[in-house]
């Protein structure tokens, strides 16, 4: 459903590093109730000064931390409303009226109410001046990266009321879906990446114009630099173009490479790639604050010409990830501000479970002989700060930028990845495949994502996964005394018919049987089923199957051997597990061997990253 579409012409002065541009933007209330103000967004106010919402704190905040330097603003000279015959800038109130300092978040007044099913159009007129680049969009020299730049009307909500927020450093977007049609005209001697397809039009001596166009998206982003090499191909029916610095040919390669295959491997597990264009942006190193981001049909990645051969998978991380966000972000849509885990989240397991499927346990690094796969980094992560706050709550709500990474990204792809070897990652997908596709188009909540794993793993599993996300659930599972014992005791003085006789401790070994006992405790509230392993002196091994219900399981055996091991969740695949050392211990009476052995499991949780 288009509810916010957008025409507009801009032009880009690349000395000045300023963009005048004017257009319409079309509003259709498709809710039931009649509008009497609207929302825009002018986030490029972010870094008009050190009092905005986005640069306030003293202490630098976002992803890249940094403060600004040359500013960056948005002035609207026009907002006129054409059904209305009606000039609507002059009565513009801040969104926020608690908050008059920011500049981002401004409320419109309509003067007369935009009824349901009816559209409204804006004439918008403004100029932006591009900061030097801080976070995603700005200059840095010849090289421009436009993002958040037009004013943009918050998300109308179903309810009539608008999503409407201050640029948050912490934050990302939310928008409804339109459709685009941009015109930019830039530098005769740039290269253009932009949202959408672009055509070539007439243009004045000295400039390029391109029309670029597409729908059912909700943002549009774009840059323009003269040293891009570009590169092309088709895959399926979409046209691929990758941009790059000049030498970065092997970048370049990997990231056709990667979104060859991930335009296969996603479109598979979440529905099509619906759009006949991707463009891949890798920013020149200087301005690398642009890159790892995602929007419509546009994504960037970036690193040094020489990160192939370093042995990080980083290329090939950074390029599935920001293009599985063209599902969980720019297809499905949810909202970003108050539940950020429904797109970083799900797209950090997405690209996980995407680059194991291709390399293995060498996803994340592969070289010098060692392997370390990125759901092995994610647990060390979310192990790290996991479970300090909750994972469903807003962007703004987290305590740093650093908590969001540990628990949005890192908790939530391994909360994932404890879901699917727990329960078996043919339910886990088939669940995400249904919520990918009733999600498409239509901005899900925590609640579809939570039917969607019920609907595949069952009614345990949504429980545990409702525990994770809202009240910091967590788990622990360990191995308590691990006793071994000789099963029929006799030595002592018995007294019976037929008199006094003493049995001698030396003469009940070796006994016909052992008993052995041991406690599996868990902690938390997570009640997640594990397996239990116990090791006996031959060699031999058993397994025991817990639903993980109840705080302790009792394990008791006897046999032929003595128990000198027990292993809970041998196989590691509650990869939440708060703490992974303590999964193991041995017999009580094994001594110094065994201490030993412990230390050997220790070390090689270390040395696999935790991981099998
Ligand atoms: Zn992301």
Not at 314 to 332: K, N, P, R, S
Request: charged fraction near 20%; glycine fraction near 8%.
């Amino acid at each position: 459903m288009s509810v916010a579409s957008y025409t507009l012409s801009a032009r880009l002065d690349a000395a000045a590093h300023k963009v005048s541009a004017s257009g319409t933007i079309e509003l259709y209330n498709y809710t039931q109730v009649p509008l009497r103000e609207i929302y825009l967004h002018l986030y490029m106010n972010a870094f008009k000064n050190d009092r905005s919402l986005f640069l306030r704190s003293p202490f630098g905040a976002g992803r890249s931390g940094e403060h600004g330097t040359a500013w960056g603003y948005i002035d609207v000279e026009r907002v006129f409303a054409r059904e209305l015959s009606a000039e609507l800038w002059q009565a513009k109130t801040p969104g926020d009226v608690t908050d008059p300092e920011d500049e981002t978040d401004v409320r419109v007044p309509l003067p007369t109410p935009l009824e349901p099913g009816k559209k409204l159009t804006l004439e918008v007129k403004f100029l932006v001046a591009l900061p030097e680049i801080v976070e995603r969009t700005g200059y840095v020299d010849d090289y421009h990266f436009v993002a958040q730049w037009f004013p943009k009307l918050a998300r109308l909500m179903p309810d009539g009321s608008f999503a409407h927020f201050a640029f948050h450093p912490q934050s990302e977007f939310a928008a409804n879906f339109g459709s685009y049609d941009v015109t930019l005209d830039v530098p005769a001697s740039d290269v253009v990446g932009a949202t959408g397809s672009c055509q070539a039009l007439n243009a004045p001596p000295g400039r390029r114009v391109l029309r670029c166009r597409v729908e059912d998206v909700h943002d549009f982003a774009w840059t323009s630099w003269p040293h891009f090499e570009e590169r092309s191909q088709r895959v399926g029916n979409v046209e691929v173009r990758v941009l790059t610095p000049p030498g970065n040919a092997r970048n370049a390669d990997v990231e056709l490479d990667s979104v060859r295959f991930g335009l296969s491997h996603f479109g598979q597990r979440f529905g099509p790639y619906p759009y006949p264009s991707l463009t891949v942006v890798h920013p020149p190193v200087p301005a690398g604050n642009s890159g790892g981001m995602e929007y419509p049909t546009l994504i960037t990645t970036g690193g040094p010409w020489f990160t192939p051969w370093t042995g990080a998978r980083a290329i090939e991380a950074v390029t599935i990830h920001e293009l599985g966000h063209q599902w969980f972000y720019g297809l499905l849509a949810s909202d970003e501000q108050r539940f950020p885990f429904l797109d970083e989240g799900l797209n950090s397991y997405a690209e996980h479970s995407a680059l194991a499927a291709r390399y293995g346990v060498g996803s994340a690094f592969s070289g010098f002989g060692l392997s370390l796969s990125e759901e092995a980094l994610a647990r060390t992560f979310a192990a790290a700060r996991g479970t300090d706050e909750p994972i469903a709550q807003g962007a703004g709500d987290f305590m740093s930028f650093r908590n969001l990474g540990a628990i949005v990204y890192s908790r939530t792809a391994t909360l994932l990845s404890t879901l699917e070897r727990v329960y078996g990652k043919p339910l886990l997908d088939q669940a995400l495949a249904d919520y990918a596709a009733r999600a498409r188009f239509r901005h899900p909540e925590p609640a579809d994502f939570i039917e969607a794993v019920r609907g595949g793993l069952g009614d345990a599993a949504a429980r545990n996964l409702s525990r994770a996300l809202f009240e910091r659930g967590s788990v622990d599972y360990l191995v308590r005394d691990v006793q071994s014992a000789a099963s029929d005791p006799h030595a002592g003085v018995f007294d019976d018919g037929t008199g006094r006789r003493t049995v001698p401790r030396n003469e009940v070994r070796p006994p016909a049987r052992w008993v052995g006992r041991a406690v599996v405790l868990r902690h938390g509230t997570l009640e997640l089923p594990v397996q239990i392993e116990l090791q006996f002196e031959d060699g031999s091994r058993q397994r025991r199957d817990w639903n993980g219900e109840g705080t302790r399981y009792i394990v008791s055996c006897e046999g032929p051997s003595p128990l000198v091991g027990v292993v809970v969740d041998p196989e590691r695949r509650v990869l939440l597990d708060d703490d992974l050392t303590n999964n193991a211990a041995a017999s009580l009476a094994q001594g110094a061997p065994r201490s030993l052995e412990r230390l050997m499991y220790a070390l090689q949780l270390l040395l696999s990253g935790g991981l099998p």
